[in-house]
């Protein structure tokens, strides 16, 4: 049977750890050919290893994607490697807490320029290719915090929130294209991200049991669940889905106040 990524040449922000890294593992397993591009180039090499010696293809693309040269680059060395690149995934980010007023002006550029403008770059990149070839697909990781209010990721939130316009914005313009974009909003996952943020906290064991608590499945996902949806939407099994936003997380988003006693 075909796999369902076979041949599709992909770029994956953020990919060296975490969910970028499980989904750029799934979709080489599904036959795609992938760039790993992350700022820890180290890391980038030991997930083209594992794909390599799962009998994968992919290539490692250090970088950072506030850098519109380094996107360029990336974007160049795997289209040369592996031929024109027909799905992104806009993946990397960071993520400083705190409500508005306690964000310093650093951490707010900083997070922007993660978040949004390196998947304006990217997307920048490889839309040319796209568009000559009428067809690809672009995917952002969103959040839900970029639908619900969470408390104390004012400014990650604000980040989120724009993939979600920017996906609906861009569907519209280059669905003429043959080209698909569409947005993940993940629940809480058990993923470094997750575990580096319980590690900062005093009661830990507490923590863990209200983020689990909190998702009406009764657990936070896995990157795994994250990665079967974004293998969904890069595959032509979606061929009429553009402009969407898909909440992977377990209920959190439909559920509403309980009522009180
Ligand atoms: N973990 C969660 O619970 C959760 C929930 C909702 C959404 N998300 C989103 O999923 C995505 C991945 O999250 P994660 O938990 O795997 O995060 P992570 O922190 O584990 O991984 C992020 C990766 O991005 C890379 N990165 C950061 N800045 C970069 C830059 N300037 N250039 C290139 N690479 C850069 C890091 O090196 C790292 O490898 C993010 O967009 C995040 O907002 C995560």
Redesign the pocket.
């Known amino acids: 049977m075909a796999k369902r990524l076979q041949g599709k040449v992909v770029i994956i922000?953020?990919?060296?750890?975490?969910?970028?890294?499980?989904i750029a593992l799934k979709f080489a397993g599904e036959g795609a050919k992938v760039g790993i591009?992350?700022?820890?180039e180290i890391?980038c090499l030991a997930v083209v290893n594992e794909i390599v010696m799962n009998g994968g293809e992919s290539i490692a693309l250090g970088?950072?994607?506030?850098?519109q040269q380094?996107v360029e680059d990336a974007v160049a060395s795997l289209a040369l490697r592996f031929g024109a690149v027909n799905v992104a995934v806009?993946?990397?980010?960071?993520?400083p807490s705190g409500k508005l007023h306690e964000t310093p002006p650093d951490d707010f550029e900083a997070c922007i320029?993660?978040?949004l403008r390196?998947a304006y770059l990217v997307n920048c990149a490889v839309l040319p290719g796209m568009i000559s070839a009428r067809s690809g697909c672009i995917l952002h990781?969103?959040?839900?915090?970029g639908i619900l209010g969470l408390p104390g990721l004012a400014v990650?939130s604000a980040t989120?929130g724009a993939l979600i316009s920017l996906t609906r914005a861009m569907s519209t313009d280059y669905a003429p294209f043959g080209i698909r974009v569409n947005a993940?909003?993940?629940?809480?996952?058990?993923?470094?991200?997750?575990h580096?943020f319980i590690e900062m906290q005093t009661d830990r064991e507490n923590i863990r049991r209200q983020f689990d608590q909190m998702h009406p499945i009764g657990r936070?996902?896995t990157?795994a669940e994250?990665a079967n949806v974004a293998a969904f939407l890069a595959s032509d099994e979606a061929s009429f889905v553009t402009g969407s936003v898909y909440e992977v997380d377990g209920g959190l988003s439909s559920k509403g106040e309980q009522p009180q006693n």
């Open positions: 922000t953020g990919a060296a750890r975490g969910i970028g890294r499980g591009f992350d700022l820890n890391d970088g950072d994607v506030t850098k380094d806009n993946n990397a980010a960071i993520m320029a993660v978040n390196g990781m969103s959040s839900i915090t990650y989120k993940i909003a993940p629940g809480t996952i058990d993923s470094p991200m997750l580096s936070v996902g990157i994250v």
